[in-house]
């Protein structure tokens, strides 16, 4: 039913991850290639490899091997990554989507598949972000099979690209010549089942690789396939809102009382909705490797993913937001709190509205590599990469249709006094399932797409100055381009009846239910060949016809050594990075109604130096301490200088193409005992000084050249010219903030084949998000950021049987400050995901398994202001996995 875990992979890629994660390891901190690690696959094998690599970096870094995201249920990666510590994910469709470490969200996160800055984007729900538009990678377009190591850093150094605040993800596929046999072949076969949509879908995975008795060329192909259909359903308010006031009131005994009411909080959209998924996704990943001497080894890796989905949200609501019809509602009942919220409400002359959106989208990720390494001689090696990638999203179809019934005869309710989360709605007597009550009225299509690519080259050397010193240097380019588009068809339905009436519902709607109630859902296919709606002129939305094209040069020297102080082992690096940007930024201009098409340069450049130590006192004792200057680009969508000019008013609303990347100074330190074979206790403090945040902005007295546009858009005979003052309302670098931590970590086999691994995270911060409307300096969490994250582990495994068992949890965190319609803050309560997995060995070739996922039904849980007014509160159910895995 979606992305199949590892499980044909399990044996073959446990022993491939050493030797390529060590040839990682070698690149980045200039030491020998260690030799190739065979293993049997095993879960506690896997945590012992990923501890070692732990142990060994110079770095903060966590590392997940093969057989530990083989043997746990994950959906995807993001899955798998919301177990190491300070990570945690927000899901969409009841899917990891998106992560963030140790409080910096998704935008400040970077990925790498195989070594090369990579950006992966899909289209999701209104509620879970829509389609994305900016940095942040989601992990759902990749099913869990195609990698087998990922690999988090927490700390900067010289020799890995800028571009994170939070961390660099490094994501790899398997190398052909590190699988022990010289044919090795991993099948693998899984049905899913979900408690809510109740349906049976397909996971299937394969793995061969072979190469020749020499050991000199090998090739490998890896294909995942999964099919998901999920159902999900709750209740939704799209935010709260007091900016409308009803037309009477009869339950107020006079005018204050009145007043009082149309001063309430209420829902602005009360709804039910049923939303259904299907999602497919098919993905190939393929390596060749020569090895013609032990000094020269040559790759050529590509990987592709096919993500498709289609998507049905049904609903059913009432309109109370600012242009809905409560100018025509009287208040029969209601209810305010101390919140001044409206917690209950009978509505009378109220307008039901019935709506089904339906998607069809596809993400087509493709990336080709070609990586390589010579040592010329035992103490001078060099290594290269040149590749690029392209992810492509298009919602080609993205289709609502609207029923609408006016001034129904009976009395509308929400009361949220009982159960603030699913609110009960209650539509009185008026009959939801008679056609003949509705007219369709509207239609909406808003087809759009994001296409991202990345064009890499890279060439780094080693040169080893003695046994203690070595000297790494490097040169990067990189070339990143955005565009994204949407169009538009949305109007009223045109009226088609012989007396001039709105066409009618007809037979073009099915049922659906939620709740107790039931109510008539558009058919999309009949109402929209009724109005021959894709044959209707699309208009572009100039807001979303942007592009962002951005050339990174950089180059870095980092010195490393390994010696002893006072008897004491100490390694460390030292080295500065420095790159520069230049950004080429897109978008349409509104000037004097008319739009214009603006493209604005610009270049920064940034000197990033990095400190990293580790010091054992004593055996199986690491004290490590990372100091590094960091950087992250400003958000796609706050760079577009798309907007208007008003010459008449001198008015620039626009982003800021001229917008400074996010910097900062991080600090890291730690200490690690190794205090057993397989255990750790570890406990680390990190702090991040960030310089500035991005915020809205309005600015009298700008000048023309300090906007970013050109001259040439300029009316010459206009009021304002070249060197006159603007007012300019935008977005612009605000104040930063201050955010810190720490981690705790234990890891041990305990007795008798059983074992722990927990973490536990917490993170503060205080960030500056400008001045509200009274002009108070606005105050708050960063967005993205739970103030405490926990993970925790319990296995056992012997020859025949394994079980695990895993809990994570995240705390509350905002998502949007301020919020909209009046409300101070926006964002998601908690969660806390449990997952299990069990696996029986049959033979050695044979393997069965049963995994379950989200055992505790957890919600998708959304509000708005710092009272908790829900806004979001959708589930979608457990999933459970049966499957086998045969290697021959």
Same mark, same amino acid.
């Given at each position: ?16 991850? #050493?030797?390529? @994660? ?50 746990? #249920? $994950? ?245 109370? +937001? ?54 010329? @001689? ?56 008679? #056609? ?8 909406? $299509? ?60 007809? $037979? ?94 610009? $270049? ?39 907007? @208007? ?103 041990? #086999? ?96 044979? +393997? ?41």
């Amino acid at each position: 039913m979606n992305a199949c875990k590892i499980k044909p992979l399990v044996a073959a890629i446990a022993l491939a991850t #050493p030797a390529l @994660s060590q040839s990682a390891l070698a690149q980045e901190q200039g030491s020998a290639v260690l030799e190739e690690i065979t293993v049997t696959a095993s879960y506690r094998d896997s945590l012992a490899n990923a501890l070692n690599q732990k142990r060994d970096a110079v770095g903060s870094r966590d590392v997940i091997m093969a057989e530990d995201i083989a043997d746990f #249920p $994950d959906l995807n990666l993001a899955e798998s990554l919301q177990r190491i510590p300070g990570v945690a994910i927000s899901r969409d469709a009841g899917e990891g989507r998106n992560v963030s470490v140790r409080g910096l969200g998704p935008q400040f996160t970077r990925v790498r598949i195989n070594g090369m800055e990579a950006m992966s984007t899909t289209g999701g729900t209104d509620s879970s972000g829509g389609a994305n538009r900016d940095r942040a990678f989601d992990f759902n377009t990749f099913a869990s099979e195609l990698f087998n190591s990922l690999t988090v850093h927490k700390t900067a150094s010289a020799d890995i690209d800028e571009g994170s605040l939070g961390a660099t993800i490094d994501l790899s596929t398997g190398k052909p010549l590190d699988y022990k046999d010289d044919l090795t072949f991993r099948l693998s076969g899984q049905a899913g089942y979900n408690d809510l949509a109740q349906e049976v879908d397909p996971r299937a995975s394969f793995l061969v690789a072979g190469k020749n008795g020499d050991e000199t060329i090998g090739w490998s192909l890896t294909g995942s396939y999964s099919k998901r259909n999920i159902l999900e359903e709750g209740f939704s308010a799209v935010r709260w809102s007091s900016e409308r006031d009803f037309a009477s009131c009869s339950a107020c005994a006079d005018q204050a009382e009145f007043d009082a009411v149309n001063d309430g909080i209420y829902p602005r959209i009360p709804r039910y909705g049923v939303l259904s998924h299907e999602q497919e996704r098919f993905g190939l990943t393929g390596s060749l490797q020569f090895r013609p001497t032990d000094r020269t080894d040559i790759s050529v890796d590509y990987l592709m993913s096919n993500f498709d989905a289609t998507r049905s949200e049904e609903f059913v609501e009432v309109s109370i +937001k600012e242009n809905g019809n409560a100018n025509q509602m009287d208040v029969v009942d209601y209810e305010l709190d101390s919140n001044n919220t409206l917690t209950y409400m009978a509505l009378s002359d109220f307008d039901t509205r019935i709506e089904n959106r339906y998607d069809e989208l596809n993400t087509k990720f493709q990336q080709l590599s070609v990586s390589a390494s010579h040592e010329f @001689s035992d103490n001078f090696r060099v290594s290269g990469l040149l590749g690029t990638s392209n992810s492509a999203f298009d919602n080609p179809i993205q289709t609502t249709i609207i029923y609408d019934a006016f001034d129904a005869p009976d009395t509308f309710t929400y009361d949220a006094r009982s159960d603030s989360k699913m609110v009960d709605l209650s539509w009185g007597n008026f009959d939801l399932t008679n #056609p003949d009550n509705f007219e369709y009225t509207n239609f909406r $299509d808003r087809p759009n797409s994001v296409d991202n690519s990345f064009d890499t080259a890279q060439f780094n050397l080693t040169y080893d100055i003695s046994d203690v010193w070595s000297v790494d240097a490097g040169v990067s380019y990189k070339q990143y381009n955005f565009e994204v588009t949407e169009s538009r068809r949305d109007n009223r339905v045109s009226a088609v009846t012989s007396d001039g009436q709105d066409l009618p519902v007809g $037979d073009m709607y099915t049922l659906t239910s939620l709740n107790g109630i039931t109510w008539i859902t558009p058919d999309v296919a009949a109402a929209a060949a009724a109005v021959d709606l894709y044959n209707q002129p699309l208009s572009l939305r100039s807001q979303d016809d942007r592009a962002v094209k951005e050339k990174d040069t950089g180059f870095y020297v980092q010195v490393n050594w390994d010696s002893e102080v006072a008897g004491m082992p100490l390694r460390g690096n030292f080295g500065v990075r420095q790159v520069t940007t230049s950004l080429e930024s897109t978008g349409n201009t509104s000037i004097g109604g008319e739009l214009q098409k603006v493209t604005v340069d610009r $270049d920064y450049s940034d000197t990033l130096p990095s400190l990293n130590v580790v010091l054992s006192p004593v055996e199986d004792v690491n004290l490590r301490l990372s100091y590094a200057k960091v950087m992250a680009r400003p958000g796609l969508g706050d760079l577009t200088p798309g907007g @208007s000019v008003d010459q008449f008013n001198g008015v620039v609303k626009y982003g800021n193409p001229n917008l400074d990347p996010f910097r900062a100074d991080a600090f890291d330190l730690s200490a690690e005992w190794y205090y057993d074979d397989e255990a750790l206790v570890a406990l680390a403090y990190f702090k991040k000084k960030i310089d500035s945040f991005v915020v809205s902005t309005s600015d009298a007295g700008v000048p023309w050249s300090s906007t970013g546009l050109p001259n040439s858009i300029l009316d010459p005979n206009g009021q304002y010219g070249a060197n006159d003052l603007w007012q300019v309302d935008g977005k612009g670098n605000g104040k930063g903030g201050d955010l810190d931590g720490f981690e705790v970590i234990w890891q041990q #086999p305990l007795f008798n084949d059983f074992g722990v691994v927990a973490n536990y995270t917490y993170v503060d911060s205080a960030v500056e998000y400008g001045e509200d409307s009274d002009g108070n300096i606005i105050v708050d969490d960063l967005q993205g950021l739970s103030r405490n994250t926990y993970n925790l582990t319990f296995y056992y495994e012997t020859e025949k049987f394994g079980a695990r068992i895993s809990w994570a949890k995240r705390d509350d965190y905002l998502t949007r400050v301020p919020g909209r319609n009046g409300n101070d803050i926006e964002g998601t309560i908690g969660t806390q995901n449990v997952d299990m997995a069990l696996n029986y060995n049959f033979s050695e070739q044979l +393997k069965f398994t049963f995994e379950g996922i989200n055992l505790t039904d957890e919600y998708n849980h959304q509000y708005v202001d710092s009272s908790i007014r829900s806004s979001v509160y959708h589930h979608t159910g457990r999933q459970f996995y049966l499957g086998a895995s045969y290697a021959f």
